[in-house]
C-alpha cells in the first residue's frame, strides 16, 4: 500500500492550487459580498481548462480516483462559493452520463460548457418546496402530449439555476409508481416555460448561485427523457408489474460514487482553515508569546490536523473504490461525505476560536469559512441522510 501521490497527480494538485491561489482567492471576499456570478473566474477556468468536459472524462480514466478530489480540495481551499460554480455543471453532467443515451452526451455535455471564450453552465434540478430528502414525494409532472413532454412543476435550491443554459430535470412520469414513475429531461433555456425564480440570499457559498426553477407549459421533444423514450417505457412496465429494475442499486452506487468528490470540497475549506489558524497563532502574542505556545490552543491545532487527514484519507479511499470498481460495503462514499461535512463545520468553528475576536469579523477570512462549512452537512443528502445509508449498509 502506498499513499503517495504519483508525478501527475502532484503536478495536477500545483496546477489547481495556483488557480486557485492566483484567480480565486484574491477575489472570494469580493463574490460573497456582492453574490454576484463570478463569470470573470469561470471564463478564466474554462480557458485554463480546468472548466471543461475534458476534466471530467480526464478523471473518468483515472485508476486511483484521485483526479476530482485532488482538484476539488485545491479549488475550495480558494472559496467554496466560487469553486461550486466551476464545479457545479459536473452534477447535471454525470446525471446526463449515468442516465442518457451516448447520443444524448454527445449532444448535450458540449451545451454544458459553451466554450472556453463563451463558457456556459448547467444545472440538476430534483428539490421541491415539499420534497428534499424525500425525493419520492415530487410534484413536478411530465405529461406526454403526442410528440412532445409537457412539464410543470417548481423546483427550489437549484444551484445555477439563475445561469444556466442547460437544466437537467427530475419529474414524475406516473405518480401512482412514486419514485420509480420518475424520469429526468433535459431542457434548454431557449426551450421556453422553464425561468428561474427567487434567488436566495445565503449564509455562505454566496458565490453560487442558488434560485427557484418554475417550469409552467414547458414543452420539449420526445427524445429529451435522458436514456430515451423506448427504456423509459420499458422501466415503467417493469414497475408496473412489480418486478426490479435494479435501477435503485444502481441509483444508490451513483451517490457512493459521486459523495467522495463533494467530501473532498468540504476537506479542502478545513484545510484553509487550519493552514490559517496555524499562522495566526505563531504570528499573534498574548501574555508575552506566541499563542501557539499556549496548551490549549496547540490542542485546537491538533484535533483540527488530525481531523482534516482522517477526512482526506476516507475521501481518497472512497474515490479509490469507486474508479476501481469495488464494491461500497459500509457505503463509504456517504461516509467520506458524512465525515468531511461535519469536520468542516467544527475545524472551521475551531478556527474562530484560534482567532478569537477577530475570527468573528470578516477582515479575516475565517469567518467566511465557517458560513461556507455548514452546507457540507445539508446538501447533496444531510447529515442524517447519510447515516441513514450507512447503517442500512451495515445491517442489511
Ligand atoms: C445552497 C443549496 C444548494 C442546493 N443545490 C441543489 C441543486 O443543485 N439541486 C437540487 O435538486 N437540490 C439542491 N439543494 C437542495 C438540497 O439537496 C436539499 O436542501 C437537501 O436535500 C435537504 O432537503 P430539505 O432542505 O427539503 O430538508 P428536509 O428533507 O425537509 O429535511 C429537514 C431535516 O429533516 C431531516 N430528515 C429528513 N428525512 C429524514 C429521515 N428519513 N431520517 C432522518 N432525518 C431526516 C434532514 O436531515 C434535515 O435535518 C441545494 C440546497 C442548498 C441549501
Request: charged letters at 25%.
Amino acid at each position: 500500500m502506498d499513499f503517495s501521490l504519483n508525478e501527475e497527480q502532484i503536478e495536477l494538485k500545483k496546477w489547481a492550487h495556483e488557480f486557485a491561489e492566483k484567480e480565486i482567492r484574491p477575489v472570494a471576499a469580493e463574490y460573497d459580498e456582492s453574490e454576484e456570478f463570478p463569470w470573470p473566474v469561470v471564463k478564466k477556468a474554462a480557458e485554463a481548462g480546468l472548466y471543461s468536459v475534458d476534466i471530467y472524462m480526464q478523471a473518468q480514466q483515472d485508476p486511483t480516483g484521485l483526479t476530482l478530489p485532488l482538484l476539488m480540495e485545491e479549488i475550495f481551499w480558494g472559496c467554496a462559493g466560487i469553486g461550486l460554480a466551476i464545479f457545479g455543471t459536473g452534477l447535471p453532467l454525470s446525471a446526463l452520463a449515468s442516465v442518457g443515451t451516448p447520443e444524448q452526451l454527445m449532444e448535450w455535455a458540449p451545451k454544458m460548457f459553451g466554450t472556453p471564450q463563451d463558457p456556459r453552465v448547467a444545472a440538476f434540478c430534483v428539490t421541491e418546496p415539499q420534497a428534499g430528502s424525500d425525493v419520492r414525494n415530487l410534484r413536478t409532472k411530465a405529461i406526454r402530449d403526442g410528440n412532445e413532454w409537457v412539464l410543470n412543476g417548481t423546483k427550489v435550491f437549484i444551484t445555477n439555476g439563475g445561469v444556466a443554459d442547460v437544466f437537467v430535470v427530475v419529474a414524475t412520469v406516473d405518480p401512482e409508481l412514486g419514485h420509480r414513475g420518475q424520469a429526468s429531461f433535459i431542457i434548454h433555456k431557449d426551450d421556453g416555460g422553464i425561468a428561474a425564480g427567487k434567488k436566495e440570499k445565503k449564509l455562505g457559498i454566496r458565490a453560487s448561485n442558488t434560485t427557484e426553477v418554475i417550469l409552467e407549459d414547458c414543452r420539449i421533444p420526445l427524445d429529451r427523457v435522458l436514456g430515451g423514450i423506448d427504456r423509459l417505457e420499458n422501466k415503467l412496465e417493469k414497475a408496473r408489474k412489480g418486478e426490479s429494475t435494479g435501477r435503485s442499486s444502481a441509483a444508490l452506487r451513483t451517490f457512493e460514487v459521486t459523495r467522495p468528490a463533494v467530501a473532498a470540497q468540504a476537506v479542502g475549506i478545513s484545510r484553509a482553515a487550519l493552514e490559517y489558524a496555524i499562522q495566526y497563532s505563531k504570528d499573534r502574542e498574548a501574555f508575552g508569546v506566541p499563542i501557539a505556545q499556549h496548551q490549549s490552543i496547540q490542542n485546537h491545532l491538533a484535533d483540527m490536523a488530525t481531523e482534516v487527514e482522517c477526512a482526506r484519507l476516507l475521501t481518497h479511499k472512497a474515490a479509490w473504490l469507486a474508479a476501481s470498481g469495488r464494491p461500497f460495503e459500509k457505503a463509504e462514499g456517504s461516509m467520506s461525505k458524512l465525515k468531511a461535512g461535519e469536520t468542516c463545520v467544527k475545524v472551521t468553528e475551531q478556527a474562530v476560536q484560534v482567532l478569537g475576536g477577530w475570527g468573528y469579523v470578516k477582515e479575516f477570512p475565517v469567518e467566511k469559512w465557517y458560513r461556507d462549512s455548514k452546507i457540507y452537512t445539508l446538501f447533496e443528502g444531510t447529515s442524517e441522510i447519510q447515516r441513514m445509508v450507512i447503517a442500512r449498509a451495515l445491517i442489511s
